[in-house]
């Protein structure tokens, strides 16, 4: 650890869909956050942990800002504020393969009203235009600033994908951190529990091809996880049970799919990720349960830990 050691907390903001899971785990270095191209896949506020010489960054990966619909929507984008004003760093998130739109706009003058606290520009997706794109789009985030009255404390352009300034971010946040000591013990890359990383993993695999109606009123609660009695010690097993809510019968019927294929997917999926998690094989056992417009019902809601 040097003399000028620095730790603390760091979001990534931004519109739905804008790499924030994908950057958070480009920056751990291992999957900590699920990703999908389904706008709304981040839920839960999930803690990923970088260790510098220099630093540990705490990483906050938020759901994306919207325009809420039902009272889940507006819980998270409560949590989206409560966050970023708890944080010591912020970093908006802004797709290269999208102009700068009403969306982010209307974070940035959110995030406007932090007082004295530093703002990151983070230009995501690179990989995905050509230079001259990457060029427009630092000077539309440049544009952005003046027209919000606000002072970056850097721009960093980046791909999650190919790894590109990546690097260069994780430097420039823990720049931006006050100085302290080590708030998690070296080896540690991850604060969330187990219980809701393993959901997560079941609902990111759940999330893979469905519907445009299902990604919304698809919720993961796991009930168990229990390492097997009287297994050899060359031969481990953790029961892992978890149950799955939809909306409706007719939801649940799409999740489970023809004489149970479709869940059979999802089982398959999720269990290979979750063994890779947990480091040892897994006995998966998904119940699809409804509970009928969860997302608007305080009650479930609550039970469903939002």
Do not use: Y
Not at 152 to 179: K, M
Not at 254 to 269: D, N, W
Request: hydrophobic fraction near 40%; proline fraction near 6%; glycine fraction near 8%.
């Amino acid at each position: 650890m040097t003399d000028d050691f620095r730790s603390g907390f760091a979001c990534l903001v931004g519109r739905p869909n804008a790499g924030k899971s994908t950057l958070t785990n480009a920056m751990v270095g291992r999957k900590v956050a699920i990703t999908s191209d389904r706008p709304q896949t981040t839920r839960r506020v999930l803690r990923g942990i970088v260790n510098r010489p220099e630093g540990q960054l705490i990483l906050v990966d938020t759901p994306g800002l919207h325009r809420p619909r039902t009272l889940l929507g507006e819980r998270l984008n409560d949590q989206v504020r409560e966050t970023w004003a708890s944080v010591d760093v912020v970093g908006l998130c802004i797709p290269a393969d999208q102009a700068v739109g009403p969306g982010d706009r209307f974070i940035g003058a959110e995030l406007a009203g932090l007082r004295r606290k530093p703002l990151v520009a983070v230009v995501t997706k690179t990989d995905s235009v050509d230079r001259a794109t990457v060029a427009e789009r630092l000077a539309e985030v440049g544009a952005l600033a003046g027209e919000l009255g606000i002072q970056w404390a850097s721009v960093v352009p980046v791909s999650a994908r190919t790894g590109s300034q990546v690097e260069v971010l994780v430097e420039q946040l823990i720049g931006q951190l006050p100085e302290g000591p080590v708030l998690f013990p070296e080896g540690v890359d991850e604060a969330a529990t187990t219980e809701i990383a393993v959901a997560e993993l079941i609902r990111e695999a759940a999330l893979e091809g469905v519907q445009d109606e299902l990604p919304h009123s698809i919720a993961v609660v796991v009930d168990e996880i229990e390492e097997r009695e009287d297994r050899p010690v060359d031969r481990p097993l953790t029961d892992v049970r978890a149950s799955l809510f939809v909306e409706r019968e007719t939801q649940k019927a799409i999740v489970i799919g023809k004489a149970g294929s479709r869940l059979k997917q999802v089982g398959t999926k999720a269990r290979k990720e979750i063994e890779a998690m947990l480091g040892t094989p897994v006995f998966l056992d998904i119940r699809v349960k409804v509970a009928k417009d969860w997302q608007k019902d305080p009650k479930q809601l609550r039970r469903l830990g939002f």
